[in-house]
């Protein structure tokens, strides 16, 4: 059983950058693509991005200027940057995995809110 | 971008009674693998989403038998037997067919 766990600063200033990190617990690291997906207050929900273990990304065209999802996999760990924030970027950001060979987004971070205010 | 269509946004529903959910994407959702990339997902209260149906129909691990998806291509149903209290929170559809996956808007579901 995949159990993911995330961090990260969650009152940021406009223009500042939004650091989290995502460690996962159980399961084969290098089986899952590892992503992010966000969910603005009150709203719905948007796909960020994904890495796999070898580093290979894709991103949301509406976000690819500013984001960038990073691996670490001597740490079983994966990062989201997004700079620089505003305040349409304030929401509830969530690290998610699935595995190769689609059997759906099966692991779930806690989520972490995160606000930008001046 | 494949844009992913709810409907309703809304939904009481009596315990015990049936429930149904539908989602429509602006492409087909049909691979050339046979497989209608088509998930469904349930975010509780104050809960991270979890997975419910994966391929269109196929149920996750854990999910019980009450709740069934359906469809091709364009169409796709989510069907609840009997609701329990326990089913409530906004239910999700997502596409994962095509960079970047989209999700539905959400069909908030509470029990009368």
């Known amino acids: 059983q995949v159990q993911l766990q995330q961090w990260g600063a969650g009152l940021l200033k406009p223009s500042e950058t939004l650091s989290l990190t995502c460690a996962v617990y159980?399961?084969?690291?290098?089986?899952?693509?590892w992503s992010w997906v966000r969910q603005p207050p009150g709203k719905g929900l948007e796909w960020i991005g994904e890495?796999?273990?070898?580093?290979?990304?894709k991103y949301n065209p509406s976000l690819k200027s500013r984001v960038t999802i990073s691996v670490d996999t001597s740490k079983n760990q994966f990062s989201l940057s997004l700079t620089p924030v505003s305040a349409a970027d304030a929401a509830l950001y969530f690290c998610?995995?699935?595995?190769?060979?689609?059997?759906?987004?099966?692991?779930w971070g806690q989520g972490t809110l995160v606000t930008v205010s001046s | 971008d494949i844009v992913m269509t709810q409907s309703p946004l809304s939904l009481p529903v009596t315990p015990g009674e049936p429930a149904s959910i539908s989602c429509r994407s602006s492409?087909?959702?049909?691979?050339?693998?046979?497989?209608?990339?088509l998930d469904w997902y349930l975010q509780k209260p104050g809960q991270s989403p979890q997975l419910l149906i994966y391929?269109?129909?196929n149920r996750a691990s854990g999910v019980p038998d009450r709740f069934s998806g359906s469809g091709s291509g364009t169409d796709f149903t989510l069907k609840i037997s009997r609701v329990e209290a326990a089913d409530v929170g906004v239910y999700y559809c997502m596409q994962a067919l095509q960079i970047p996956y989209s999700f539905g808007q959400g069909t908030k579901l509470e029990v009368k």
């Open positions: 391929l269109g129909s």
């Open positions: 998610a995995g699935y595995v190769g060979g689609w059997k759906g987004v099966d692991c």
């Open positions: 492409q087909s959702l049909l691979h050339n693998n046979g497989h209608n990339y």
């Open positions: 159980g399961g084969s690291f290098s089986d899952h693509y």
């Open positions: 890495i796999n273990h070898r580093g290979t990304t």
